[in-house]
């Protein structure tokens, strides 16, 4: 009977060290380099790719006076300092003037904050939900919404007690229900709070029923307060006060 | 005698004082006029920036090195102000050659600024109709920090290269996690210097909560202005 050879019995010289192979697993044989002079070249290249890399990157330093402007590098200012004093107090006045003098409102519409400011002081700092992104379509090939809340400058336009929801179109195809032809059926009480702020567009910010979901996106794209927050709010806005949204 | 030697030292006295408060009080712009009218003019153009900035409609973050503070704002009013523990300037080094430019910084609106990672939005569909009623509860989405995590670094890459990286405070730099961490940072800057824009970088350090607040937050394409002024100062 012949003598039956398995692999491993095969006269393939495997170096010291390595991983034998076995039926059915995937083995890695490291194989290190015989030659000396190859050794020595495969630590050299070692060393200065480390050195390479090690010198390759972004370097800090801390910004410093003179990191900057062409101006700082040009050539000497004209006018007098007196002159220049009273042009830089004049647009720093120019400046100032843009923040608003009385209340203002600021809104952190991905991190569900609503702050009550006047100047620079913070007045309330509440939480709020504002827009869930949701995107709402009406069938196939129907109409779409998005639920978002927009950013940018806003006013209080309106001031409402005892708002009475006006149900969009939209609220009815959520809920799947048709869409009313007479306009009483599209009131609703109550949900929106004792008090809402109208900031146009269809925007609002009001109350909710649901204050265990404030801080989520959970709105329509209107800013929903608690209760307290909102009477605070109402009380010391008026018509016209800024509303910034981010 | 005594009254005589009082008379005679009196005034020279008095003379000495007035000399003493006047060199004492002298206004601190003796300095030299070159100086204080380059300052000056740094300041000018600074305000007008701002002010081109607060006239338009777009959003655009102030980072203040000597009040050490990064501000949002729009139309000139600060929405939100946060303080920041350093600001560096970086420059991309490959193989010890430094590239980038310290010039230009400060003078000019960083604009278009594009957020990296990029704060993927995952919105919900729904379609309603006969055949997919509505459902009668819509999941309640995660909190924001849910939603967005934000990494302990992130980019604004503005144009012309320039980019604004904000770094969250971390005490747990000294772990082995944070030596992981530290390696995986470097690897990024590496890159960074190799295949990137290989523009000057501004580096800025804040709390850990409120550089994940900005992350979430910044709008987009928002621009950059940096003030006059050493951080530290």
């Given at each position: 009977?012949?003598?039956?050879?398995?692999?491993?019995?095969?006269?393939?010289?495997?170096?010291?060290?390595?991983?034998?192979?076995?039926?059915?697993?995937?083995a890695i044989?490291?194989?290190?380099?015989?030659?000396?002079?190859?050794?020595?070249?495969?630590?050299?290249?070692?060393?200065?790719?480390?050195?390479?890399?090690?010198?390759?990157g972004?370097?800090y330093?801390?910004?410093?006076?003179?990191?900057?402007?062409?101006?700082?590098?040009a050539?000497?200012?004209?006018?007098?300092?007196?002159?220049?004093?009273?042009e830089?107090?004049?647009?720093?006045?120019?400046?100032?003037?843009?923040?608003?003098?009385?209340?203002?409102?600021?809104?952190?519409?991905?991190?569900?904050?609503?702050?009550?400011?006047r100047?620079?002081?913070?007045?309330?700092?509440?939480?709020c939900?504002a827009?869930?992104?949701?995107?709402?379509?009406?069938g196939?090939?129907?109409?779409?919404?998005?639920?978002?809340?927009?950013?940018?400058?806003?006013?209080?336009r309106?001031?409402?007690?005892n708002?009475?929801?006006?149900?969009?179109?939209?609220?009815?195809?959520?809920?799947?229900?048709?869409?009313p032809?007479?306009?009483?059926?599209?009131?609703?009480?109550?949900?929106?709070g004792?008090?809402?702020?109208?900031?146009?567009?269809?925007?609002?910010?009001?109350?909710?029923?649901?204050?265990?979901?404030?801080?989520?996106?959970?709105?329509?794209?209107?800013?929903?307060?608690?209760?307290d927050?909102?009477?605070?709010?109402?009380?010391?806005?008026?018509?016209?006060?800024?509303?910034?949204?981010? | 005698?005594?009254?005589?030697?009082?008379?005679?030292?009196?005034p020279?006295?008095?003379?000495?004082?007035?000399?003493?408060?006047?060199?004492?009080?002298?206004?601190?712009?003796a300095?030299?006029?070159?100086?204080?009218?380059?300052?000056?003019?740094?300041?000018?153009?600074s305000?007008?920036?701002q002010?081109?900035?607060?006239?338009?409609?777009?959003?655009?973050?102030?980072?203040?090195?000597?009040?050490?503070?990064?501000?949002?704002?729009?139309?000139?009013?600060?929405?939100?102000?946060?303080?920041?523990?350093?600001?560096e300037?970086?420059?991309?080094?490959?193989?010890?050659?430094?590239?980038?430019?310290?010039?230009?910084?400060?003078?000019?609106?960083?604009?278009?600024?594009?957020?990296?990672?990029?704060?993927?939005?995952?919105?919900?569909?729904?379609?309603?109709?006969?055949?997919?009623?509505?459902?009668?509860?819509?999941?309640?989405?995660?909190?924001?920090?849910?939603?967005?995590?934000?990494?302990?670094?992130?980019?604004?890459?503005?144009?012309?290269?320039?980019?604004?990286?904000?770094?969250?405070?971390?005490?747990?730099?000294?772990s082995?996690?944070?030596?992981?961490?530290?390696?995986?940072?470097r690897?990024g800057?590496?890159?960074?210097?190799?295949?990137?824009?290989?523009?000057?970088?501004?580096?800025?350090?804040?709390?850990?909560?409120?550089?994940?607040?900005?992350?979430?937050?910044?709008?987009?394409?928002?621009?950059?202005?940096?003030?006059?002024g050493?951080?530290g100062?």
């Amino acid at each position: 009977m012949p003598e039956t050879r398995t692999p491993r019995d095969a006269d393939v010289p495997f170096p010291a060290g390595a991983l034998e192979r076995r039926p059915g697993r995937v083995a890695i044989v490291a194989v290190a380099p015989r030659s000396r002079v190859a050794r020595i070249a495969i630590a050299i290249v070692a060393i200065v790719a480390a050195v390479v890399l090690w010198g390759t990157g972004y370097v800090y330093r801390p910004l410093g006076p003179d990191d900057g402007g062409a101006v700082a590098s040009a050539a000497p200012a004209p006018g007098s300092p007196a002159r220049l004093r009273s042009e830089r107090d004049k647009l720093a006045a120019t400046l100032r003037r843009k923040t608003p003098s009385g209340h203002y409102i600021v809104v952190d519409q991905t991190n569900n904050r609503l702050y009550l400011k006047r100047g620079e002081e913070t007045v309330l700092s509440a939480v709020c939900s504002a827009g869930s992104g949701m995107v709402l379509h009406e069938g196939e090939g129907g109409r779409s919404w998005i639920f978002d809340t927009p950013r940018g400058a806003f006013k209080v336009r309106n001031k409402i007690e005892n708002p009475v929801w006006r149900k969009p179109d939209w609220a009815f195809v959520e809920a799947n229900e048709p869409i009313p032809a007479d306009p009483s059926e599209r009131l609703e009480y109550g949900s929106l709070g004792e008090y809402a702020l109208y900031l146009g567009d269809g925007y609002l910010i009001h109350g909710t029923l649901y204050e265990r979901l404030l801080g989520r996106s959970v709105t329509h794209g209107c800013i929903r307060l608690g209760r307290d927050d909102l009477r605070q709010v109402y009380r010391e806005v008026r018509i016209g006060t800024p509303v910034f949204i981010f | 005698m005594t009254l005589a030697i009082r008379r005679s030292v009196t005034p020279a006295a008095g003379t000495l004082a007035v000399l003493l408060v006047v060199a004492t009080h002298a206004p601190a712009s003796a300095e030299d006029p070159a100086s204080e009218a380059a300052d000056l003019a740094r300041s000018i153009a600074s305000l007008r920036g701002q002010i081109e900035l607060a006239s338009g409609d777009a959003f655009y973050l102030l980072l203040d090195p000597a009040g050490a503070t990064l501000e949002l704002v729009l139309h000139g009013v600060v929405l939100e102000s946060y303080p920041v523990s350093s600001i560096e300037v970086g420059r991309p080094r490959v193989v010890y050659v430094e590239g980038g430019a310290a010039d230009g910084l400060r003078d000019r609106i960083w604009t278009h600024g594009e957020m990296h990672p990029v704060r993927e939005q995952d919105r919900l569909e729904i379609r309603v109709d006969e055949d997919n009623p509505a459902p009668e509860e819509i999941p309640v989405p995660p909190t924001p920090e849910e939603r967005y995590p934000a990494p302990d670094r992130w980019l604004v890459r503005y144009a012309e290269g320039l980019s604004l990286q904000v770094v969250a405070a971390d005490p747990a730099e000294s772990s082995s996690f944070g030596l992981w961490s530290a390696l995986t940072h470097r690897a990024g800057d590496l890159a960074a210097a190799l295949f990137g824009d290989r523009g000057t970088r501004v580096r800025v350090e804040l709390a850990r909560e409120d550089a994940g607040t900005l992350y979430r937050s910044l709008p987009p394409a928002s621009s950059l202005l940096i003030l006059p002024g050493e951080s530290g100062s």
